[in-house]
């Protein structure tokens, strides 16, 4: 039965620590060079999508594939999507291999030219929600185009609603940025009760824009997985269809480097992404579009498809858990939550001594996600969450890693206490 | 032996109107519907690169192309493109299926974050200088962005650079769009002399930026191609390296909507741009990219393949000038320049009467690019300017289709003179 650290004297910790000095420098000696940095799929996983390549037909949907035309996509492609998100194909542009553009791309048409009301370019300020811990990628847009970020503290039901509510009061935001379902890092699903509460904000902007970015919306890790509410079917009753742009890809579903994206949105969005669309392309790719739909069939398709990546995923996310079970859990040095589906596990360690377990991993060859990346500025103020993604390495190296990464979690830990 | 419409009576021209008419409504009665519209290839070039598809392989420079990764592009595919254009592969970074949305996305990102200076959507007025009659989607980004768009006229060796060196001493000229061979739409190759002129530019904007929309680099219609000045090689000369944008891609080359992109920049110029890009995705598509070099095995099998394209178009090309010799030629109504590559013929009917063609052409089937679009603003304040296209429509059609045009321009030539 592991003891409280806190309670354990200082002689007790620093026997713990020797032992653990032990350990960690046994791993040193092995010259490791794991990686759990980014939620990329292994090499196992981008197997099962080999057969997008077998494609030949260089006509569908009345057009030729590989010419130019067809700005929001092919029929079929718009009609996958819109299937799989429970929403109609008109409201589905087909975009390019990463969802990222499409949200990067939106957030730049809101700056030059605004999303009804003034180009954001033209205001003093400009801020925006991000729920806490998030998805550094979305920080990364932000800070890019200069967008002020307010942290909002994630709940185990999504991201705190009332705080939401009474930051929206100000002019100045205009927006948020939600991972609704299996949020990054922590893997929560929104609940119905926070979805609607999304769904009927009044906020003082009238061109406030909530980026939904639904990147885990079918990556449940078992049959077991979280329902998210679809926001699009609620959005009408409080007079809000213009509120919400979804997007989403096959990144984690394919291929993360050649896959496709797509934006959801309501009519007057569409068609205002559109205008802009027609300056800046002719079509995205129809051929790896056709590609998508040859492979799958059918949203059904895709479902089964996803079965199988859970086959592969859900073992390394076990062996993470077990490991924190076996080395973190009773010693008040870390928590976390067990994520149904997505790509991380976000652990919570003693405040002030993330970066530490940071260094210790690096230094004995293991890369996690750059400490403090979950945080808006890279600044969590606490130094305490490490985002862990499993997805990447084979299962025996995880196995290596997750064991470092408990004995770095427990030396910092010792560290910190020792003081 | 033709005569002068402008020598002939109103008997004469109406005798003409007759004849010209009796053909016209034969053609109507066909019920054609023929595109000359845009510069698309034709099914059969297409066809030339089917074997584009039948790459298996994944792994390549040392990484899965399926996965995340290599924002700047696969370095066998940046170093195929700089061997095309004579450049650096640091100086390359390979982009998504369209060379446009690399242009639309590089103004974008002056309008926000500026060239080096203050970003453009800070200041008052941004202008820039389009040589007319020009490229429609390049004016499209202009006007998306409320850039003011000032025409400089095309000489027979490039822009009218006087002109050009004129505009520049305004501080709110803040650049210029280029096609410097085989220029959209009338296939005009800037001279050496231009080039220079060009590149040694001092323009009172110091974030000056020269668009080189090098779309048609290597598009030849026969052995007895343009050549131009690689303007990187003269750039240092003047100090002038942070000046030209240069893009590329093979649209006309291989898939005109599944190709790949490239632009080229100073090292300076990569790294703002790479900045952007790092908020903006995670990577192109390595997958098309890598089909792309493993077709081709390096820049001569490019130049070979372009040969096989040349075959196809040059009797297209040469069947509608045969029409314009045998129709239009000796009667002091249009005006036209025979192109060595490129995807456009420019016809310059007599003033006030482009519009009208257009007109009669379409109630007969035959659709051309919207008359006026090659000028800023759809104002061809003229009304003189036709573009042609004459790849997409099969040899039997486009032989219709010429024919077509050839009347349709006789009449409307005479609807004027007869006032």
């Given amino acids: 039965m592991a003891e409280l650290y806190c309670k354990m004297t200082a002689e007790q910790l620093k026997t713990e620590q020797k032992e653990l000095f032990a350990r960690y420098n046994k791993f040193k000696a092995k010259g490791l060079k794991l990686d759990m940095s ?53 409201n589905v542009i087909v975009g390019p291999n990463a ?12 700056v030059t030219h605004g999303a009804g009301d003034k180009p954001w370019c033209s205001l003093p300020e400009v801020k925006f929600l991000c729920p806490v811990p998030g998805y550094d990628r979305h920080f990364t847009i932000l800070e890019y185009f200069g967008i002020k970020m307010v942290n909002i503290e994630m709940k185990e039901d999504g991201p705190d609603i009332d705080a939401v509510e009474e930051h929206i009061k100000d002019e100045a935001v205009k927006g948020m940025f939600c991972v609704p379902k299996y949020s990054n890092p922590q893997g929560i699903t929104y ?15 009238k061109d406030f824009r909530i980026i939904w970015d639904n990147a885990y919306c079918i990556h449940d890790l078992d049959d077991n997985g979280d329902e998210l509410l679809n926001i699009f079917d609620i959005l009408s009753q409080y ?38 669309l027609n300056a800046q392309t002719i079509s995205y790719d129809k051929m790896n579009q056709h590609r998508h739909v040859e492979f799958f069939g059918d949203a059904e398709g ?95 190296e995880l196995n290596l890693a997750a064991e470092l990464l408990c004995i770095c979690v427990r030396l910092a830990c010792i560290e910190k206490l020792l003081g």
Wanted: glycine letters at 8%; a neutral charge; proline letters at 5%.
């Fill in 191 to 205: 609940s119905d009760e926070t979805v609607r509460r999304i769904a009927a904000l009044k906020p003082a902007a």
């Fill in 38 to 90: 980014r939620g990329k799929p292994g090499a196992d996983q981008l197997d099962l999508s080999n057969g997008l390549n077998e494609v030949n037909d260089y006509i569908a949907d009345g057009v030729d594939l590989r010419n130019y035309g067809m700005l929001d996509g092919i029929p079929s492609c718009k009609k996958l999507f819109a299937d799989l998100m429970g929403v109609q194909p008109e």
């Fill in 239 to 276: 007079g809000n269809e213009d509120m919400v742009i979804e997007v989403c890809s096959t990144s984690k579903i394919t291929f993360p480097g050649a896959g496709v994206s797509a934006i959801i949105a309501s009519d007057n969005n569409i068609a205002s992404i559109k205008k802009r």
């Fill in 99 to 110: 969802s990222l553009t499409l949200m990067f791309d939106y957030i730049s048409q809101c």
């Fill in 302 to 396: 895709v479902r089964a498809h996803m079965k199988k990546h859970a086959k592969i995923l859900k073992p390394k996310f076990d062996m993470v858990l077990e490991h924190f079970n076996a080395e973190l859990s009773g010693r008040g040095i870390a928590e976390w939550i067990t994520p149904k589906g997505g790509y991380f596990i976000s652990l919570n360690v003693m405040d002030g001594c993330a970066k530490r377990v940071g260094e210790l991993c690096k230094d004995a060859g293991v890369t996690l996600t750059t400490v403090g990346a979950t945080y808006p500025y890279n600044n969590d103020k606490k130094d305490s969450n490490i985002r862990i993604a499993p997805s990447f390495p084979p299962v025996e």
